[in-house]
């Protein structure tokens, strides 16, 4: 096995130089991207329809094609999924990620192509072992398993020649043979659907093994911790696995969970790798261990343009390539992409924090913020308040959501927080005024709405014992896979309906 783990090792950092060679050259990269995909799309359907052989520039590609939502993309997606081929892309397509993001009850069924799979997906596989064992020589990674959170597949309903499933499922179902040797639960667990029975079966058929690094969301691996706890009695993760060496984590923002899984897994030797790899494609690696934010990845054949949040509004909002994106400016995120996507606006919203390399990090999503009385407040920038919050106050915290609360009748309006505690803070008054100090010292326009309570008041917040989400998700049968709890919403809608949910099981 150490020999094994010699070769990996080995052969995985060949990659570093590729990836050196594109932040080099990073406009050449994306213009080779464009092309190619071009070429690929202009027998489909849809490069017919938008005159592809016409296009000779990205210039005209803009004007050519509408930046897309789902829901402007979903007749093509429908038709491909019904079984038509050549709509999108001209290889087959039979597999089809579903995003369900958020608790909506509407979802979207990304196409999955074998391009989309090995030269994005997988590649970000690779390259995220590439630059960790490029980043920790010593290694020892591939001497055990790496323990990975799935999601779930079925038969697609409308042609059973396709299949759908959360992109970890998809991308497990079709993992090339070398991976899945160092995988583990078994695929009939990680695929599971029922997600209590999961977590006690990888809890018991994991707990024997040599497990050296972790895959998955925050939330469902301290379930599966915490279960591990349990069975062992035991407070310390590595006295179950002591090789583990590194966690790698996404989906959501770390921040609220870093000192949680410092306490769970309490080593200086272990490692934490962010990864941003959506339904859409695998974006971008945090390839820095002592930087939180994260490399644009550019060969992957993905081709990205970034709309400016402020243009979003418009009937035909100006996008821009990576040679026109400025700092610290809030973008949402376009791409077109080998599974067939162009320009779809995927939904999420990013800054860039370096441009030389391209580094990001992601902020939220377009239609998860608050901005009920001008105070454009981000995830980002309640994620990093909150993490600041209970480090200063020695709390932990497991998931949250904020909503506004809006002017009434002699009084103003405020922000309503539910948040759901590992550990509670102490003092409650306290950690509410800590909170809001630290959201106004991130946010200046929160800070000028809260300037002598003129606009805003401080914030109300419900402090709630841990697992009051799950058992919300699970009343509406949405426990597990992508389906969270979205971190802000602009509405009372979502924060209604918990509150009703908290006070109906209370009663």
Same mark, same amino acid.
């Given at each position: 096995?150490?020999?094994?783990?010699?070769?990996?090792?080995?052969?995985?950092?060949?990659?570093?130089?590729?990836?050196?060679?594109?932040?080099?050259?990073?406009?050449?990269?994306?213009?080779?991207?464009?092309?190619?995909?071009?070429?690929?799309?202009?027998?489909?359907?849809?490069?017919?329809?938008?005159?592809?052989?016409?296009?000779?520039?990205?210039?005209?590609?803009?004007?050519?094609?509408?930046?897309?939502?789902?829901?402007?993309?979903?007749?093509?997606?429908?038709?491909?999924?019904?079984?038509?081929?050549?709509?999108?892309?001209?290889?087959?397509?039979?597999?089809?990620?579903?995003?369900?993001?958020?608790?909506?009850?509407?979802?979207?069924?990304?196409?999955?192509?074998?391009?989309?799979?090995?030269?994005?997906?997988?590649?970000?596989?690779?390259?995220?072992?590439?630059?960790?064992?490029?980043?920790?020589?010593?290694?020892?990674?591939?001497?055990?398993?790496?323990?990975?959170?799935?999601?779930?597949?079925?038969?697609?309903?409308?042609?059973?020649?396709?299949?759908?499933?959360?992109?970890?499922?998809?991308?497990?179902?079709?993992?090339?043979?070398?991976?899945?040797?160092?995988?583990?639960? @078994?695929?009939?667990? *990680?695929?599971?659907? %029922?997600?209590? =029975? !999961?977590?006690?079966?990888? /809890?018991?058929?994991? +707990?024997?093994?040599?497990?050296?690094?972790?895959?998955?969301?925050?939330?469902?691996?301290?379930?599966?911790?915490?279960?591990?706890?349990?069975?062992?009695?035991?407070?310390?993760?590595?006295?179950?696995?002591?090789?583990?060496?590194?966690?790698?984590?996404?989906?959501?923002?770390?921040?609220?969970?870093?000192?949680?899984?410092?306490?769970?897994?309490?080593?200086?030797?272990?490692?934490?790798?962010?990864?941003?790899?959506?339904?859409?494609?695998?974006?971008?690696?945090?390839?820095?261990?002592?930087?939180?934010?994260?490399?644009?990845?550019?060969?992957?054949?993905?081709?990205?343009?970034?709309?400016?949040?402020?243009?979003?509004?418009? @009937?035909?909002?100006? *996008?821009?390539?990576? %040679?026109?994106? =400025? !700092?610290?400016?809030?973008? /949402?995120?376009?791409? +077109?992409?080998?599974?067939?996507?162009?320009?779809?606006?995927?939904?999420?919203?990013?800054?860039?924090?370096?441009?030389?390399?391209?580094?990001?990090?992601?902020?939220?999503?377009?239609?998860?913020?608050?901005?009920?009385?001008?105070?454009?407040?981000?995830?980002?920038?309640?994620?990093?308040?909150?993490?600041?919050?209970?480090?200063?106050?020695?709390?932990?915290?497991?998931?949250?959501?904020?909503?506004?609360?809006?002017?009434?009748?002699?009084?103003?309006?405020?922000?309503?927080?539910?948040?759901?505690?590992?550990?509670?803070?102490?003092?409650?008054?306290?950690?509410?005024?800590?909170?809001?100090?630290?959201?106004?010292?991130?946010?200046?326009?929160?800070? *000028?709405?809260?300037?002598?309570?003129?606009?805003?008041?401080?914030?109300?917040?419900?402090?709630? +014992?841990?697992?009051?989400?799950?058992?919300?998700?699970?009343?509406?049968?949405?426990?597990?896979?992508?389906?969270?709890?979205?971190?802000?919403?602009?509405?009372?809608?979502?924060?209604?309906?918990?509150?009703?949910?908290?006070?109906?099981?209370?009663?």
């Amino acid at each position: 096995m150490h020999l094994f783990n010699s070769l990996l090792t080995w052969f995985v950092k060949h990659r570093i130089e590729q990836i050196e060679s594109f932040t080099r050259h990073p406009v050449e990269t994306q213009t080779d991207v464009f092309q190619y995909l071009i070429q690929k799309g202009v027998n489909t359907e849809f490069g017919k329809e938008h005159k592809f052989k016409k296009i000779k520039s990205i210039k005209d590609f803009q004007e050519a094609v509408p930046i897309r939502d789902y829901e402007s993309i979903k007749v093509y997606i429908e038709r491909t999924m019904k079984g038509e081929e050549n709509v999108l892309w001209p290889s087959k397509i039979s597999w089809f990620a579903k995003s369900s993001g958020t608790t909506s009850d509407k979802s979207k069924f990304i196409p999955i192509t074998k391009e989309g799979l090995d030269d994005c997906h997988y590649k970000g596989g690779k390259d995220l072992i590439a630059v960790y064992c490029n980043n920790y020589e010593d290694t020892k990674l591939f001497t055990g398993k790496g323990l990975i959170m799935g999601g779930s597949n079925q038969i697609n309903q409308l042609n059973e020649n396709s299949r759908y499933g959360d992109i970890s499922a998809v991308m497990m179902q079709n993992m090339p043979f070398l991976a899945s040797l160092i995988r583990t639960p @078994e695929l009939s667990i *990680a695929l599971m659907d %029922d997600w209590e =029975e !999961k977590i006690q079966l990888i /809890a018991e058929t994991t +707990s024997k093994q040599n497990v050296t690094h972790l895959v998955g969301v925050p939330t469902w691996t301290i379930v599966l911790i915490n279960r591990l706890f349990e069975m062992h009695k035991i407070d310390n993760l590595l006295d179950l696995w002591p090789n583990l060496e590194l966690y790698i984590h996404g989906g959501v923002s770390f921040s609220p969970y870093r000192e949680q899984f410092k306490q769970l897994i309490p080593s200086k030797d272990m490692h934490y790798m962010e990864t941003y790899n959506a339904s859409e494609g695998f974006i971008a690696i945090q390839n820095d261990p002592n930087e939180n934010d994260l490399l644009l990845m550019l060969d992957y054949g993905i081709f990205y343009e970034f709309v400016p949040m402020s243009e979003l509004k418009n @009937e035909k909002p100006k *996008a821009y390539t990576l %040679d026109q994106v =400025e !700092k610290d400016v809030n973008y /949402a995120l376009v791409l +077109s992409s080998n599974c067939g996507l162009w320009r779809y606006l995927i939904g999420d919203t990013v800054k860039f924090t370096n441009l030389n390399p391209f580094k990001i990090k992601i902020t939220g999503r377009t239609k998860h913020f608050i901005n009920a009385f001008g105070e454009e407040v981000m995830v980002d920038n309640t994620d990093e308040a909150l993490a600041k919050t209970c480090k200063q106050t020695s709390s932990n915290v497991s998931d949250y959501t904020v909503a506004p609360v809006y002017f009434s009748e002699g009084s103003n309006g405020s922000h309503e927080w539910l948040i759901e505690f590992k550990k509670i803070p102490e003092n409650k008054d306290e950690f509410v005024r800590i909170l809001d100090k630290h959201l106004q010292t991130v946010n200046s326009d929160y800070e *000028a709405k809260r300037f002598k309570d003129m606009a805003l008041l401080l914030p109300k917040v419900h402090f709630l +014992s841990e697992g009051t989400f799950n058992d919300w998700l699970k009343s509406k049968g949405k426990l597990g896979g992508q389906n969270k709890v979205p971190r802000l919403s602009n509405n009372r809608e979502l924060i209604d309906e918990i509150l009703k949910f908290i006070q109906q099981t209370s009663a």
